[in-house]
């Protein structure tokens, strides 16, 4: 791991480094990648006195204790303070706040770890103090790399013992860590600690010792971080692309990573309407049917109803025409308010004063149930929010109401030649 500074060789991080002129930085990565590691190297390479707290067992009386032992240092015998806070994303607002001043006037140089995003999760008076850095998840050869160093090391791994593991095994527990160096150490040190040597005294791994080494592939996932937001992203995205083994994937991953259930049932109730709408209207009900038997069964059966419910979204017809609900909401807080039609508005209470609800057709009265008639304020005619986009049963709709607007349109003209007519009347007379 001490390799990750041969991996900055130009930068101006490492040239810091080097130099002992580290500035505050958070570095933000998933588990395993290296963070504390680098932090480490830093406190290695720098004069300056090296301080580390976690954040999940540190409160402010413990940072105000630090600080205070910075000044010391600074005033007494001019050494500077690095600061480490690992999981810095846990110190709530009040603990990040009390941190601030010291960073600001240079009492210490702070370096926080997180594995959150920490434009969302670290206040942004410290994020604008600091240079974050973002370190990505290993790759299979740095994780090779990890391996071959702790079984040669013979100070801080296993090279004074004579262990021999074969490729199989290697590539079975780097391919189960998923990129997290820490899961693939730990596995590593219980397969060697657990095997008792051989006739020849050497410590044979196999694949069999590494299976039972690592049984779980160590997924990342946070329900509250970006792991969570990102995986229900790409779920949704597979849906909206009809991709059913991609949404099947996505799904399997959030579910095998303890995603709550009701919370992805949520989302596809949600999809149903946003992204299918009425090109197949049995999708909500799909969707809501599974939501609902979901209640009553429970896991892990449930994971049946998630999975048909997932496949029959994939597959339907897509169509997001449930948007015109905001064109017409962009409308109403953009325009003037016009007054209902006389009518439509209701006869019950104000028909022979005021007239409302006069010259009202009752639809059901007409031939199949139809007949055009104005719906929308005067200024509104002619706009229109819906348009079906023709897929799936939409295509039906787009028809129906082709043909009806059609009418609409006939029954317009009419009534402007009509009006026109007795326009022309009183101007002769």
Known sequence: MVAILATLPRSRTRRAIEADRVQSLILFGPPGSGKTTLARIIANTTEARFTSLNAVLSGVSDLREAVTAAEHRLRTREQRTILFVDE??????AQQDALLPHVENGTVTFIGATTENPYFEVIGALVSRSRVFELETLTEDDLRAVARQALTDEKRGYGALDVEITDDALDH???TANGDARSLLNALELAVETTEPGEGEAIEIDLSVAEDSIQQRAVLYDKEGDAHFDTISAFIK??????????LYWLARMIYAGEEPRFILRRMCIFAA????LA????L???ESAAAAFDRVGMPEGQFLLAECCLYLATAPKSNTAFAYF???????KEQTED???PLKDASRDKEGLGHGEGYKYPHAYQRHYTPQQYLPDEMQGIYFYEPSGEGYESVLRQRLDHWRDRDADEDLEKRARRYAEDEDEGAS
């Open 88 to 93: 810095v994303h846990r110190f709530n607002k």
């Open 173 to 175: 527990l780097i391919d």
């Open 238 to 247: 597979s849906l909206r692309g009809s991709d059913p083994d991609a949404a």
């Open 274 to 277: 946003e992204d299918i709408g």
């Open 280 to 283: 197949d209207p049995r999708a």
């Open 285 to 287: 009900q799909v969707a």
């Open 327 to 333: 064109d017409a909401l962009a409308h109403v807080r």
């Open 340 to 342: 209902v039609p006389d």
